[in-house]
Nanobody
Framework: QVQLVESGGGLVQSGGSLRLSCAASGGIFSINAMAWHRRAPGNQRRLVARISRGGITNYADSVKGRFTISRDNAKNTVFLQMNSLKPEDTAVYYC??????????WGKGTQVTVSS
């Protein structure tokens, strides 16, 4: 049974930082892309950042220059370093992993709340 376990969410003041982690276990076959998405209250889930197996990254415009995605392939783990947080970054953040045959796996989400 594949499991993605997120950690690192919480409450932080505007301008602060948080680091999210997501560890995959249960024998995922050949992980390809790893990503973070978020869902703010009343909105759809949207891509925040994605990283390929080779380390190529892409970011939503709203987080460019503030967030950094990275991964540890040996540990099947993806990270999201979030700096200069803003109240509009408040959302539930979801880890997403896609394997080499296109199967998607999702974490249960971790709440990030940024107070003004």
């Amino acid at each position: 049974q594949v499991q993605l376990v997120e950690s690192g969410g919480g409450l932080v003041q505007s301008g602060g930082s948080l680091r999210l982690s997501c560890a995959a276990s249960g024998g995922i076959f050949s992980i390809n892309a790893m990503a973070w998405h978020r869902r703010a209250p009343g909105n759809q889930r949207r891509l925040v950042a994605r990283i390929s197996r080779g380390g190529i990254t892409n970011y939503a415009d709203s987080v460019k220059g503030r967030f950094t995605i990275s991964r540890d392939n040996a540990k099947n783990t993806v990270f999201l370093q979030m700096n200069s947080l803003k109240p509009e970054d408040t959302a539930v953040y979801y880890c997403n992993i896609r394997n080499s045959i296109g199967e998607d796996y999702w974490g249960k989400g971790t709440q990030v709340t940024v107070s003004s």
